[in-house]
């Protein structure tokens, strides 16, 4: 999923263009007219900060949820969903529900990744019955992003069958939502078998982590040589603690 971009804005010690002041007199609905139209994604994306950042009393969430629901156009539709999270419309549910079976793969990723921020608890059914048959990488890594967000620990055994399946930055994801999701006698071996591959091995070191109660050091942060020191401490650890785990006294699993 493309992620949003931070916007700068240098203000000067002048008077606004006409084109902003124009902008901000725009209605929703032109905005949206334009936004919908707009197929340059930084420039739609553009449109849609200023619908959600200065429409947010002027009924901004329903007029997205019902060009949403209206589109023909998938970017549209996606980049909707953003925005209703953003202005935190939770009225937009069923409809994020019903697009995790959505033919388009970004669609079904931002619908996965909406209920995750909303907060939807009663999404749970419908985003693992997603998450359980999604094949496509950027689907994937929202879903589980949402499981965690959601705790819905049903969602366990799913990730596990797709750790293997997917690599690099996907398989990073997965491992990060089995940290939080998974158990610690049944999941640290396993996730422990990627503390050597790249892309793979921060997220293990985290996951491990969390799975087991132990702290390998704060994250570093900055440049740094690679592997980081705490992905140095993980490996040692689990060199340690392999024949024996969980049956050890040291380690301490929740």
Partial sequence: MLSSRTIAVVVLMTPLAPSVLAQRSESTATLLLRFDNEHD??????????????????????????????????????????????????????????????????????????????????????????????????????ASLALRMLNIKAAAPYIREKISAFTGQTRAWLIQALGALGSAAADVPLVAGYLEEMMSDMAATEAIQELAGVSFGPRTLGLISYPPPETVAARAWWKSHKDVWPHCDDCHPK
Wanted: hydrophobic residues 45%; contains cysteine.
């Fill in 41 to 142: 994604l930084s420039a739609k994306e553009h449109l849609l900060l200023t619908v959600t950042n200065t429409n947010k009393d002027a009924g901004a969430g329903p007029s997205l949820l019902r060009l949403a629901v209206s589109t023909t156009n998938s970017d549209t539709r996606w980049m909707a969903m953003r925005g209703m999270a953003t202005l935190r419309y939770t009225p937009c549910a069923p409809f994020l529900k019903a697009s995790l079976k959505d033919f388009d793969p970004l669609v079904r990723a931002n619908a996965a990744r909406a209920l995750g921020d909303l907060r939807i608890g009663n999404a749970s059914d419908s985003l693992l019955a997603m998450f359980a048959t999604e094949k496509e990488p950027p689907a994937v890594q929202q």
